[in-house]
């Protein structure tokens, strides 16, 4: 049963537009959901986080909205760049003292100059 | 600050072999995570560690695979013997602490089992 589910699994934007990655998730103890760029050849990096009690967070160009009622979340890219094309991976923990992060299985974003 | 290392960083292996994978965690982390990726089946957990202590051995890869931590700084990940669905990329992840949400991850080793 997969607890963390994103789609699309791949996406293609153009230069300069807002590209937006969408997660949702089963587990009401979840309380905090990173999102982890990987590029090819390297491992995951952590981008951005956000935890349940908030429903916005914003780091540059990157913002993640939580709808905790529905059990979603999405991060939006504005400004797209070239170099933002990776994979993107939506994540959730519990908070129940389990360190276990939760991955989701990815979406693919390819940025079109 | 070197981040999570992870030799070697490519392995080919024929079936039935043993292999050995390596990670040195962030110095001063204390969790250390084993990953498994492949694009099938995306982000798999194979073992975790809270201050050297084994807290989750990977359930179904419980068989073949087995991860020690020797001490704070150094962990491997055996695989015995290997089967050529065993290939995917292993990545190693360590956090600070139990409060630290944070994973950082190494680059990881392909491993190819022909």
């Known amino acids: 049963q997969q607890q963390v589910r994103q789609s699309p699994q791949s996406l293609t934007v153009w230069e300069g537009e807002t590209a937006i990655l969408n997660c949702s998730y089963e587990?009401?103890?979840?309380?905090?959901f990173p999102w982890y760029q990987q590029f090819p050849g390297e491992g995951p990096a952590l981008l951005i986080s956000i935890l349940s009690v908030s429903d916005k967070k914003e780091d540059g160009r990157f913002t993640i909205f939580f709808n905790k009622r529905e059990k979603k979340l999405s991060l939006h890219i504005a400004d797209s760049q070239p170099g933002d094309s990776a994979t993107y991976f939506c994540?959730?923990?519990?908070?129940?003292?389990?360190?276990?992060?939760?991955f989701g299985a990815g979406t693919k974003l390819t940025i079109k100059p | 600050d070197a981040g999570v290392t992870q030799t070697p960083r490519h392995e080919v292996a024929e079936k039935g072999q043993t292999i050995i994978l390596k990670c040195e965690p962030v110095s001063g982390h204390n969790d250390l995570f084993w990953y498994r990726q492949t694009k099938i089946q995306g982000l798999e957990l194979l073992s975790y560690?809270?201050?050297?202590?084994?807290?989750?051995d990977g359930g179904a890869f419980k068989d073949r695979f087995k991860a020690e931590m020797l001490n704070s700084s150094f962990s491997t990940l055996k695989i015995q013997p290997t089967e050529p669905k065993d290939s995917a990329v292993y990545l190693c992840?360590?956090?600070?602490?139990?409060?630290?949400?944070?994973?950082?991850f190494g680059p990881g080793t392909r491993l190819t089992v022909l």
């Open positions: 992840a360590s956090s600070l602490s139990s409060n630290s949400y944070e994973q950082y």
């Open positions: 587990n009401s103890a979840f309380d905090y």
């Open positions: 560690f809270r201050s050297k202590s084994l807290m989750e």
């Open positions: 994540a959730a923990r519990a908070n129940y003292g389990n360190e276990k992060i939760t």
